[in-house]
């Protein structure tokens, strides 16, 4: 069995660094981009005196660089201080990377280098040799209720706290990007610097999660199967520049969730886990469960049918209104077990 991937979290880093406790290597890789920018700020920060930064930081493009240049960058003492550090962003594009194998083998002590791939290659050098020797890390995606925690524990920090609601209204405005939640996030903590609780009501009006609705109650109608509801919402957003495709989407990842609890509720499964297979927090969870009843497991099947054939009208220049009025009466009025039964045969 594959081992499952961990996410990147930039605090053990950042507190390895603030110890003085530097690798001589690290490759970063992987989706999630905004963890590995903080340990990158954080080693520079830790690791080099900013007055001394011109002479012992080199921060280059894998385009504008060879294997030979990185090495001879890192293989150089540091000028009136203890170390340097070389950071080497789109590694992928380095012309004779293989070059480092050697070097990562016996790497200087006196250097911090960072490299950053889109895309490493394992079987390959040096990725081979950066792994080995354990200075590769990834930055999957993080999942939803990873983000969920780490939003939380940040508000924590500042000696506050954020309500459910609130972190759902983020995630409906801006999805699940760490760096611009973060944003958004800070945002509304300076607006409301003085109050103990962040609040949907205080994320809606900072944040501009000003539109009547969003795609999150989009999808809690629908699961409940409120059609006048759900059209209204459907259409207002539509009217309001609103993509059909990215609607569409967020029905599919809500009835892929729905799909996922009712097999784990089927089995008994606990609210603690649970909440892995929704991905939010007890707040959604409790609203999913509600919304099991109302469909059959032949019935998400077909509205996976329905969804992608939503999705593929909606990307050939369909009418959007039409479109997501049409998807959401079929859902609702049960016509998503009969594409199921007709996708079966």
């Not at 590694?91 to 950053?116: C, H, M, R, W």
């Not at 949907?200 to 999660?209: D, L, M, N, R, T």
Request: hydrophobic share 45%; charged share 25%.
């Amino acid at each position: 069995m594959a081992k499952k991937k961990e996410r990147l979290d930039s605090d053990p880093f950042i507190a390895s660094f603030k110890k003085g406790e530097f690798a001589p290597c690290y490759l970063f890789s992987g989706e999630e981009r905004y963890p590995v920018d903080l340990v990158v700020d954080a080693l520079i920060e830790q690791a080099v005196e900013p007055s001394m930064r011109e002479f012992n930081l080199d921060m280059v493009h894998g385009s504008e660089i060879d294997g030979k240049k990185i090495v001879s960058l890192a293989s150089a003492y540091p000028m009136m201080a203890d170390r340097r550090v070389v950071v080497v962003k789109d590694f992928d594009k380095v012309n004779g990377k293989d070059a480092l194998d050697a070097y990562v083998e016996q790497p200087s002590a006196s250097t911090v280098l960072v490299l950053i791939s889109n895309n490493p290659d394992y079987r390959k050098k040096p990725f081979a040799a950066l792994k080995k020797a354990g200075y590769a890390h990834e930055s999957r995606t993080w999942y939803d209720n990873e983000t969920i925690g780490w939003l939380d524990a940040r508000v924590k920090k500042m000696r506050r706290s954020i309500e459910p609601a609130a972190v759902r209204m983020l995630f409906s405005y801006v999805g699940n990007n760490l760096r611009e939640l973060v944003n958004e996030l800070e945002k509304v903590t300076v607006a409301y610097h003085d109050v103990p609780t962040i609040t949907a009501a205080h994320v809606e009006k900072v944040v501009g999660v000003s539109r009547e609705y969003s795609a999150f109650q989009l999808c809690d109608k629908v699961g409940e199967k409120n059609i006048a509801k759900a059209l209204e919402i459907a259409q207002r957003m539509i009217g309001s520049g609103e993509s059909v495709v990215g609607l569409i989407a967020a029905l599919t990842n809500h009835f892929i969730r729905l799909w996922k609890l009712k097999e784990a509720v089927g089995k008994g499964e606990s609210d603690q886990k649970l909440l892995s297979y929704v991905f939010f927090n007890q707040f959604a969870l409790n609203e999913s469960k509600a919304q099991l009843p109302n469909f059959t497991p032949a019935e998400i099947e077909g509205v996976f049918v329905l969804l992608a054939e939503a999705d593929l009208a909606a990307k050939s220049s369909g009418d959007p209104r039409m479109i997501i009025t049409t998807l959401i009466a079929e859902i609702i009025s049960g016509a998503g077990r009969r594409a199921g039964t007709a996708a079966v045969r």
